[in-house]
């Protein structure tokens, strides 16, 4: 994917990708053997489904202040999710147009955490008395760029870190990763014979060494069979800590979608499809298991 940069959407979309790309390996290694076995010609054939962020639901800093970015530029507030073992709940917005990848943006309910876990958030966070999104200039592709690349609270101690660990891996993610991009999403569907099933996709991925989430199962399927998913295992990343301490933890991961088309359109011919002729939205059954491509079972496990 890549944006023709005219409208602020388009500055920001490419500047997270840039980022995102820049570390998270697997992105540039699925490119590159795509591009090497002819499946696309360039980077930018590839359909973005989705990207993905997390927040803490604490005052300022859950969806409801994040989500003020993607309003003004157009996307709409979709269906909600909840996610009762894992204390999240969840939103998925719908793009301005065709073209767009969908936002899901995920937040953790802090007040169902345990006092001590609470208390190391808010140690963090409290400090945070205004949406920090309220001051910035959301015309400004490049100063929201940048904003999505800035801390807005200090890095945690190690010790603080390994705390929200045993407790919720997802809360130890954001305290260290912030508001960074967590996946981005490759429409399977769009790609050509030979690879627009997850099962050929997965294999191709097998193939070139990729590693991926076997939680529920490699490819998670919606009630209506409509959506599979498939998803990388987070690389580990040695990361400093405000102690000075280095741990290895957990990153972003690549996404993987395939879309059927619903039942009413299933007469289409194949060159008539659009995206609005397939299912949209998510499972809350499969993003819960898609959460875990973060988590140590998973990084660790076999
Ligand atoms: C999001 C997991 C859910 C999906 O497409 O259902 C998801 C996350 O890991 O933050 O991406
Ligand atoms: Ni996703």
Known sequence: MHFDENKPLDVVLNDLFDHYRANVSDVNKITQALLDKGVIGSQEDIVNDHIAFRTLGVPHLGIKS?????????????DYYHFEGKKLDAYWF??????????????LRVQDLSPKAQEIIYKYTAHITEDPVDHINLEHGQEV??????????????????LLLEESEYAAWVIYN????NHYT????????GYNTLEEFNSFLISIGVKLNNSGGVIKTSDDHLLRQSSTVS?????????????????????????????????????????????????TNNADKIFESTYTTQIKGS
């Open 66 to 78: 994040f989500e003020k970015i993607f309003l003004a530029f157009g996307y709409q507030k979709r």
């Open 94 to 107: 719908s793009p301005p147009q065709e073209g767009y990848p969908r936002i899901f943006v995920s937040e």
């Open 145 to 162: 760029a940048d904003f999505l690349q800035r801390p807005l609270w200090d890095l945690p101690t190690s010790e603080d870190y390994k």
């Open 178 to 181: 912030r508001y960074y991009l």
């Open 186 to 193: 490759i429409s399977i569907h769009e790609l050509k014979d």
């Open 235 to 283: 690389a580990l990343y040695k990361a400093t800590f405000a102690d000075n301490q280095t741990l290895e933890i957990a990153g972003s991961y690549v996404e993987f979608a395939e879309r059927s088309v619903l039942p009413e359109f299933k007469d289409l011919d194949k060159s008539e499809i659009r995206a609005t002729h397939r299912r949209d939205g998510f499972e």
